[in-house]
């Protein structure tokens, strides 16, 4: 594109934005948190890096990946570990008829964290859509990577989320607002990000609470509709 004819005037400022972007790009070589994260998505794991990467910058990552692992406080989990069932029906029979392979499983896994990263690295891709989700079922199979994996996968890799929950913040505590008091500032924060995530919608809520209201006067004849001040007699809430 520098090269073109048409981007002769532009041509130095165009490399000059060339290095820049490298610059920046390749600030990612700093810290190991990329490679490790990229590694950690059982998605991906090493395959794209050992596909497009150079070879000398993905020994390197490796080189680090392994030191991390090498120097994670353990992090196997025993059966203890495990949220329980108490009081439900049958748990202790069932805790005792998978406890021998639970106990096969922890042998096989805890002959080293470079041992589980292998594992883990020759088992075969996954379809997963919760990565954080997936860590949390196989971390008996891989104690010290999902340990490993709570640490890395809350990194956040943009400031804009942070930005933009600032600038939303701007919005809601204006000089006309300096009397919102903590809770109802912070209520109206997640309201406006659930509508904005569409966890909640006005569509909806106005459908459920039809819907609720159309049971009402279904069930319920002797309701008298507000602001009409009549009423619908018959078997329901008048008798």
Known sequence: MANHP????????????????DK???KVNDTDAYFICLVLDPNVKNAYALDKWDAESYAAGMVKLEKVVSVNPDG??????????????GYSWMRASVRS????????SSSGPRDELKRYLDGPLE?????????????????TLSSMARDYLAIQ????????????????????RNRLNVEAFEALQLLKSAYRNGHVGA?????RHAISLSDIFTTNSDVTMPGYGCSMEGKGLGE
């Open 127 to 143: 379809e997963v859509d919760n990565v954080v989700a997936w860590w949390g079922h196989h971390s008996f199979q891989y104690p």
């Open 24 to 26: 920046w790009y390749n």
């Open 76 to 89: 196997c989990r025993t059966t203890d570990d495990k949220p329980r069932l108490y009081g439900q029906y």
């Open 101 to 108: 392979r639970q106990e096969a499983e922890h042998v096989s």
């Open 157 to 176: 890799g943009s400031a804009t989320p942070s930005e933009r929950a600032f600038s939303s913040g701007g919005t809601t505590g204006t000089a006309k």
């Open 203 to 207: 569509d909806s809520e106005a459908e």
């Open 6 to 21: 048409k981007s002769l005037d532009v041509e130095q400022s165009i490399h000059k934005g060339i290095e820049n972007l």
